[in-house]
């Protein structure tokens, strides 16, 4: 590719590499080889004569001229959704139904819906909160079009969002009280962090009681905080101040829950644009939550 142009194609590898974080990634997204895409990356770096992505076996780092590349490529991409939106003979409209978890309702009506409008204008967004398990169900009967998900064990469908690092979070000191028993925090629903704790609690608390129980994880959080309990929660809801930190043996899992936007097989017309698009909006979230202090 020679410099000054710019190949639409390789400009979407290229913003799928950066929001899904990894090569690999974005090859199954793409539905390519890992060599395939590490090939547009290098035309495109050619093009523009810049270093875009630093690489490793390890991490893959966006550079100052890869950002600015990512907002320019992501400008062009819309631009391209919006015209050929506007030349079609039957225009994306209509209700497109989304189902999400109360957890990730934030992140839904903050980062992704109010930039909707500008892209679909014929769009009309209608939102339900509900357990992801419920939505998974709801998404396959054709009830919903899309829905945010906490990915199952045994589940790999759908575009990647985000992972939650998660935690074992216990009060100090960690020995056991309550006669010798551990006293762990679980989710009263049917969820996978809910099956995660359960698997885990034997690994760090051999031997433990459920001492609380709810359906809402800020709950958890809180007992947790407070040296009520024990349990499994996501790191980014630890508030982590000095005073709670100094009172919890927080500890890593390797576990992560992974989220994902499912998308009905219904075959609504357009559904696979606007769900590209939500996917862009809320990793783009994703990576600024991330990146807060």
Not at 197 to 224: C, D, E, K
Not at 252 to 261: A, G
Request: proline share 6%; aromatic share 4%.
């Amino acid at each position: 590719m020679r410099r000054g142009k710019l190949d639409l194609n390789v400009l979407e590898t290229y913003a799928t590499v950066c929001l899904s974080g990894s090569l690999k990634s974005a090859a199954e997204h793409l539905h390519l080889t890992q060599s395939a895409v590490s090939m547009q990356i290098k035309r495109l770096e050619d093009a523009v004569q810049q270093r875009l992505l630093e690489r490793n076996n390890q991490s893959l780092r966006v550079t100052p001229a890869g950002e600015r590349m990512l907002i320019h490529a992501r400008a062009l991409l819309r631009l391209e959704n919006t015209l050929v939106n506007a030349f079609a003979s039957d225009p994306i409209a209509g209700e497109v139904r989304i189902g999400v978890p109360a957890d990730y309702a934030p992140a839904l009506l903050s980062a992704a819906l109010p930039y909707l409008h500008g892209n679909f204008p014929a769009v009309v967004p209608s939102v339900e909160c509900d357990l992801s398990r419920k939505l998974r169900r709801k998404i396959e009967n054709d009830e919903l079009d899309l829905a945010i998900l906490t990915q199952d064990v045994d589940i790999d469908s759908g575009l990647p969002l985000w992972e939650e690092r998660l935690v074992w979070a216990e009060p100090l000191p960690v020995e056991p009280i309550t006669g010798g028993y551990t006293p762990i925090g679980l989710l009263d629903v049917d969820c996978v962090l809910r099956d995660m704790t359960l698997r885990l609690a034997a690994q760090h608390a051999p031997l433990h009681r459920i001492a609380f129980r709810s359906g809402n994880l800020a709950s958890i959080v809180s007992a947790v905080e407070n040296g009520f309990c024990a349990s499994l929660i996501p790191q980014s809801s630890l508030s982590l101040t000095t005073n709670v930190a100094n009172r919890l043996r927080i500890t890593p899992v390797n576990d992560r829950l992974r989220i994902r936007l499912a998308v009905s097989s219904g075959g609504k017309p357009g559904m696979e644009a606007i769900a590209a698009f939500l996917q862009t909006q809320l990793i783009i979230s994703a990576r600024r939550t991330e990146g807060s202090p």
